[in-house]
């Protein structure tokens, strides 16, 4: 498919006018544990504060954040590679969890929330939320927040941080459809600790960081009608990037996705989707993908099969690339047991990288990356999943995948402590095994525990030593403990092993420490509409080395108040 310039300019202004109302995007659900995939949704005349509708979209994109009820209500969803699997930096090994700076303790009666806090290392956090619902059926917010570091783990303000958003967003319930969509600004600032530490001595305090400045706006127009047989949902949104290194970046990204049920036990699915991109920094790369996935779905009381094909187009101007790929889709699930359910499939996808996603991964990049699709070429996955469906959940998976053009960050030959990316698989193709798992379980609704593993196992990755900075093992644990609904207590335990780096200095792996984070949260809630907590990370104080170079903070800990109204 190829555009020309007119072409390109009046679906621009189609697709953009068609979201102008400014989206957040759009919320996918499960009840319960194990569900058939058919389509469910849920309308009701009233928007709260996070509307939710259930769809039968297959695959998931988005796992339910577990924190926001105590009900059972798990996504135990399909796992897939993503460019964006590396965790972003931050604090600790995790971020905070999502949503604790939108909501009151209490639920979302309480839409408006004002929270500061302070802690060690100089660290200071301000986040405010603030909305109104002129009518039943729209709701209108503001999004502000600051969380920074004036010091860090080496050389005091020399490795200090910085992080600073502000959002609007709106949604909006007609009888017909759902309109949501947000605006934001966002900078994050980080500085190259990772040098040696004697050269922080002819450096000005302050003048050796690099900030990101992005821009989003991202919109959604979705179905409402209930039990309609035909369903849909269209996103579009723009995003734009500069860089203190004179870079930028602009992606233009736009989706859709339909179901129409031709009975109780078929239904035909369609998505589609268009990412546009342009690089600059020596030279301006153009850069495009478009993805194409038709596909039937069919169940019954036993057995679900979900069969069609994925017609992928990548275009990269500088490379001199257009080529088209065919995967097959391919999902087979089987119901043994009222408790149990066995799965298989295969399949296969392009993934587009930008700028964007991989300093979100790692702030600390030179400039001019070189950017380059990743394609999984091949993916064959089987496993079982269950649930009494009262108290716990668990899914147990197995995939093995070929990778062309897998990412890696390593050290700059040139500067250590600015990273680049590198790639395996372009003569041969790097292999990948998962094994990934996850356990809910919930005593009641006072108690709640979570754990995760994800284990990986990387072959033919050409002149790479190891598979850098990509953790062999994956472990989460994490719990919420209530007590006489004052107060909340989230103890979390996280653990990585496996990890090498790459030292430029004399070109050769480095094993790295694993890592162990112990990190606690208590919130009291004072009243239904103040609240005090504190936040205590890395509880054992070692300073371990996410990416080689740069440690992170010891222990640090956090305290702050909230009021929510």
């Known amino acids: 498919m190829r555009f020309n310039r007119t072409a ?191 050269q922080f001595n002819n450096i000005a305090n302050g003048t050796f960081g690099v900030y990101y400045d992005r821009f989003n706006y991202v919109g959604s127009i979705s179905s409402a009608k209930k039990d309609a047989k035909f369903d849909y949902i269209a996103t579009s949104g723009l995003t734009m990037m500069s860089t203190s290194q004179n870079e930028r970046e602009w992606i233009w990204d736009s989706k859709i996705q339909t179901v129409l049920t031709i009975n109780d036990n078929l239904s035909a699915h369609f998505s589609g989707d268009m990412t546009m991109s342009e690089y600059a920094s020596l030279e301006n790369n153009r850069r495009e993908l478009y993805r194409i996935k038709p596909s039937f779905f069919y169940k019954n009381d036993r057995v679900s099969v979900h069969a069609g094909i994925n017609v992928v187009n990548e275009k990269d101007k500088l490379k001199g690339i257009n080529t088209t790929s065919l995967f097959p889709v391919v999902k087979l699930d089987y119901k043994a047991a009222n408790f149990i359910h066995f799965f298989a499939g295969l399949g296969g996808d392009t993934y587009f990288n930008t700028l964007s996603q991989m300093a979100s991964q790692n702030p600390w990049l030179r400039s001019q990356i070189d950017l380059r699709n990743t394609a999984q070429t091949a993916n064959v996955f089987g496993g079982f999943k269950g649930s009494n469906e009262r108290s716990f959940d668990f899914e147990f998976k197995f995939m093995y995948s070929e990778f062309t053009n897998l990412s890696f960050f390593v050290p700059s030959t040139a500067d250590s402590s600015k990273y680049t990316v590198i790639y395996a698989g372009d003569l041969k193709k790097a292999q990948v095994m998962n094994f990934s798992g996850q356990f809910n379980y919930q005593l009641n609704e006072r108690f709640l525990s979570v754990l995760k593993y994800d284990i990986n196992q990387y072959e033919n990755l050409g002149s790479l030593e190891k598979a850098y900075h990509r953790p062999a093992m994956n472990i989460s644990f994490t719990n919420s403990i209530t007590f006489k609904d004052k107060i909340i207590i989230s103890p979390d335990v996280f653990y990585m092993n496996g990890l090498y780096g790459l030292n430029p200095r004399t070109n050769t792996a480095v094993a790295m420490k694993d890592i162990i984070d112990l990190n606690l949260k208590v919130n009291y809630l004072i009243t239904k509409k103040f609240n005090a907590a504190v936040s205590a990370n890395n509880l054992l104080g070692k300073n371990y080395e996410r990416y080689l170079f740069y440690p992170s903070q010891g222990l640090n800990y956090t305290v702050s108040v909230a009021y929510s109204f």
């Open 8 to 198: 390109k300019k009046v679906l621009f202004t189609a697709t953009f006018g068609l979201c102008l109302g400014a989206f957040e995007g759009f919320a996918q659900k499960r009840e319960g544990s194990i569900q058939d995939e058919a389509i469910e949704v849920e309308k009701t005349r009233k928007i709260e504060l996070q509307p939710q509708v259930s769809r039968g979209f297959d695959p998931l994109e988005e796992a339910k954040d577990l924190r926001k009820d105590r009900k059972m209500k798990y996504d135990l969803v399909d796992r897939k590679w993503e460019g964006a699997s590396l965790p972003k930096i931050n604090n600790s090994i995790v971020d905070p969890r999502e949503g604790d700076e939108l909501t009151s303790s209490y639920g979302p009666k309480f839409k408006n929330v004002f929270k500061v806090g302070a802690g060690n290392y100089g660290h200071t956090l301000m986040n405010a939320h603030f909305g109104f619902t002129p009518n039943e059926n729209s709701f209108h917010g503001l999004y502000i927040n600051h969380d920074a570091n004036r010091r860090g783990p080496v050389a005091t303000s020399f490795s200090g941080r910085n992080e600073n958003e502000i959002k609007v967003y709106s949604k909006t319930f007609t009888p017909s459809y759902l309109l949501n969509g947000s605006i934001s600004y966002k900078r994050v600032e980080a500085n190259w600790y990772g040098k040696p530490e004697a």
